[in-house]
């Protein structure tokens, strides 16, 4: 059974620091990797998807790593601004599964 | 818009009602999932569909049913509901290769009184 951990479940930075959240999964088997964003009350807004036979994305201040053989991926968040204030969530997507297993997802504060 | 929507986006009824949320997607996927969310934040699978396969999650209450009258549609019927089924509902979707990971609507927020 896939289990996904996501580390650390609050983090607090002042505006412009340079942050890395951390993904953990245990089943190393997977398809793809997807980062998504959920701001309060609202849907998930995918940020970047790496498929499995691919180390790393880059989609403008954000970069997302995937090492499948020690299960992790880390999402790195350049110059952080109060916007990036978020619950960010990693999700799994699992070969021969069609569905994603999530992690607890790790809420970001950006103070100004 | 290219998107997948749901409605209502908020639902508010009494136990033991009958209630139906319904999923749209537009991005020509072949697979729609539901997810729930609970009270803690955690998503979980309900279920996957496509045009030849239902995987249901074994957690869920049977009195939880998807209907889908195509492929662009997958609603969510649920039967004598009950306080615990308060939650937050997704719909998402995907292509059959998953190749461009999946797509979430902005949920439906039921709260079962």
């Known amino acids: 059974k896939q289990e996904v951990t996501q580390i650390p479940a609050a983090l607090s930075v002042p505006e412009g620091e340079n942050l890395v959240l951390n993904c953990s999964f245990t089943?190393?088997?997977?398809?793809?990797l997807q980062w998504f964003r959920q701001d309060p009350g609202k849907g998930l807004t995918s940020l970047l998807l790496?498929?499995?036979?691919?180390r790393e994305q880059t989609s403008g201040r954000l970069n997302a790593s995937l090492d499948k053989s020690s299960g992790r991926s880390t999402l790195y968040i350049a110059a952080s601004q109060p916007g990036d204030s978020a619950t960010y969530l990693c999700?799994?997507?699992?070969?021969?599964?069609?569905?994603?297993?999530f992690g607890t997802g790790t809420r970001l504060t950006v103070i100004p | 818009d290219t998107a997948v929507s749901q409605t209502p986006k908020y639902l508010v009824t009494q136990m033991g009602n009958d209630k139906s949320i319904k999923c749209e997607q537009n991005?020509?996927?072949?697979?729609m999932y539901w997810y729930k969310q609970d009270s803690k934040k955690f998503l979980k699978i309900m279920f996957s569909?496509?045009?030849?396969?239902?995987?249901i999650n074994e957690t869920v209450p049977n009195r939880f049913s998807p209907k889908s009258p195509d492929k662009a549609h997958l609603n969510l019927h649920i039967n004598s509901l009950e306080l615990g089924d308060s939650a937050v509902y997704f719909c998402?979707?995907?292509?059959?290769?998953?190749?461009?990971?999946?797509?979430f609507g902005s949920g439906t927020r039921l709260t079962v009184v």
């Open positions: 998402a979707s995907s292509a059959l290769d998953r190749a461009g990971g999946y797509t």
């Open positions: 089943d190393s088997a997977i398809y793809n």
């Open positions: 790496i498929q499995s036979s691919q």
């Open positions: 999700a799994v997507g699992r070969g021969g599964a069609n569905n994603l297993f």
């Open positions: 991005l020509g996927h072949d697979t």
């Open positions: 569909y496509n045009n030849k396969e239902l995987i």
